[in-house]
Nanobody, 120 residues
Framework: QAELVESGGGLVQAGGSLRLSCVAS????????MEWYRQAPGKERELVAR???????NYAHFVKGRFTVSRDNAKDTVFLQMSSLKPEDTAVYYC??????????????WGDGTLVTVSS
């Protein structure tokens, strides 16, 4: 059973930066696509960024140019570098892993999340 553990959240002032990490275990990491989501209080969870097994990345419009997703397959880790943070970026950030499982379809795993609070 694969597991994901996020870290790096915390309190930061508007305009500041944070780097989130998500370490995977129990999987062949470089086969998997990885995604970062966030959920603000009272709102639905939303996709922030994605990086596929080949290293191609995509971003939600509201973080494009400010956030960068990357991965280190040697360390089974995906990162989310967040810069120019805004109070509206305050949320719990979750890591999601999509593991291919042949003809049975993909298996999805979620971490427990890490809280990012941006003060104005």
């Amino acid at each position: 059973q694969a597991e994901l553990v996020e870290s790096g959240g915390g309190l930061v002032q508007a305009g500041g930066s944070l780097r989130l990490s998500c370490v995977a275990s129990g999987t062949i990491f470089d086969r998997n696509d990885m995604e970062w989501y966030r959920q603000a209080p009272g709102k639905e969870r939303e996709l922030v960024a994605r990086i596929d097994r080949g290293g191609s990345s995509n971003y939600a419009h509201f973080v494009k140019g400010r956030f960068t997703v990357s991965r280190d397959n040697a360390k089974d880790t995906v990162f989310l570098q967040m810069s120019s943070l805004k109070p509206e970026d305050t949320a719990v950030y979750y890591c999601k892993m999509i593991e291919p499982n042949g003809r049975w379809g993909d298996i999805e795993y979620w971490g427990d999340g890490t809280l990012v609070t941006v003060s104005s």
